[in-house]
């Protein structure tokens, strides 16, 4: 099974200020990433799927980089809606495996 | 708008059953793969099962294979998860999700969730 190392678990930051989250693969996964955010009681919503491509609807400050095993998430300019957990997910082979989720906490 | 709605969540004893079921509108459901996720408090979503269009390929994560079973009625438009012998680490929020694109592998739409509880 593959497994998703997300970094850091949580991080503390302002409205404005720009956040980048990684996610490390146990094996290379060519670009099958996607990006889920994740409010309290809510279903993960899709962010970026295929490491880069925005999901419809979602705001374009939301970007998505990286392949092989190294992939990146960027919030260019963290709005109050933005405070939530964030989880990776591969797309490479069954079994389908998430991160550990990082939580983006208001400073 | 597409919308998936779960049930059939509730408190069950340890070796016993529940058989959940996921309502889809909004979309043509005979066109998607559909998948079953799982997530416990403070923890990652858990992929648990996929089904293809047709019902003619299913997959498992090793932990529930021969314990759960997906399927589905595309005359009905529902998705369902037969969970038999059910333990204590089987406590979680159910999601079914939609794939956004066929076999890709990645969910575009999430029901709200059903909580199952296994405990005595």
């Known amino acids: 099974d593959i497994q998703m190392t997300q970094s850091p678990s949580s991080l503390s930051a302002s409205v404005g200020d720009r956040v980048t989250i990684t996610c490390r693969a146990s094996?290379?996964?060519?670009?099958?990433l996607n990006w889920y955010q994740q409010r309290p009681g809510k279903a993960p919503k899709l962010l970026i799927y295929a490491a880069s491509s925005l999901q419809s609807g979602v705001p374009s400050r939301f970007s998505g980089s990286g392949s092989g095993t190294d992939f990146t998430l960027t919030i260019s300019s963290l709005q109050p809606e933005d405070f939530a957990t964030y989880y990776c997910?591969?797309?490479?082979?069954?079994?389908?495996?998430f991160g550990g989720g990082t939580t983006v906490e208001i400073k | 708008e597409v919308q998936l709605v779960e049930s059939g969540g509730g408190l069950v004893q340890p070796g016993g059953s529940l058989r959940l079921s996921c309502a889809a509108s909004g979309f043509t459901f005979s066109n998607y793969w559909m998948t079953w996720v799982r997530q416990t408090p403070g923890n990652g979503p858990e992929w648990l099962a996929n089904?293809?269009?047709?019902?003619?390929?299913?997959y498992y994560l090793d932990s529930v294979k021969g314990r759960f079973t997906i399927s589905r009625d595309n005359a009905k438009n529902s998705l369902y998860l037969q969970m038999d012998s059910l333990r204590a680490e089987d406590t979680a929020v159910y999601y079914c999700?939609?794939?956004?694109?066929?076999?890709?592998?990645?969910?575009?739409?999430w029901g709200q969730g059903t909580l199952v509880t296994v405990s005595s």
């Open positions: 999700a939609r794939d956004k694109v066929a076999g890709a592998s990645l969910f575009d739409s």
């Open positions: 997910q591969e797309s490479y082979n069954a079994p389908l495996t």
């Open positions: 089904i293809k269009q047709d019902g003619s390929e299913k």
């Open positions: 094996q290379t996964i060519s670009t099958y």
